[in-house]
């Protein structure tokens, strides 16, 4: 079992910057891919970021050179920064930790932060 807990959500303009935050606690075992998927109003859930225990990351297209994922020192913490956000951003964020060897959108979740990039 891993509890997820966000923070870091809010309303910023376009072109603004917010950091979410997201820090688990429980099984280490859970947390090898540690990430970020956003869910907008009628669409489906999509993953923005992952990063693994390794090193490796994972980045959607459409915010590619914008985000950037990290993890702290003791891996049990995920960042998301988000520069130059843009009013298509908005959404539900929420936080994900999986297993070694999970497929996408499979582990835990946390309950969600809201972004809201608008003038």
């Known amino acids: 079992q891993v509890q997820l807990v966000e923070s870091g959500g809010g309303l910023v303009q376009p072109g603004g910057s917010l950091r979410l935050s997201c820090a688990a606690s429980g099984s280490s075992r859970s947390i090898f891919t540690m990430g970020w998927y956003r869910q907008a109003p009628g669409k489906q859930r999509e993953l923005v970021a992952a990063?693994?225990?390794?090193?490796?990351?994972n980045y959607a297209d459409s915010v590619k050179g914008r985000f950037t994922i990290s993890r702290d020192n003791a891996k049990t913490t995920v960042f998301l920064q988000m520069n130059s956000l843009k009013p298509e951003d908005t959404a539900v964020y929420y936080c994900n930790s999986a297993p070694y060897g999970s497929g996408s959108g499979q582990g835990y979740w946390g309950q969600g932060t809201q972004v809201t990039v608008s003038s």
């Open positions: 990063m693994t225990l390794l090193g490796g990351t």
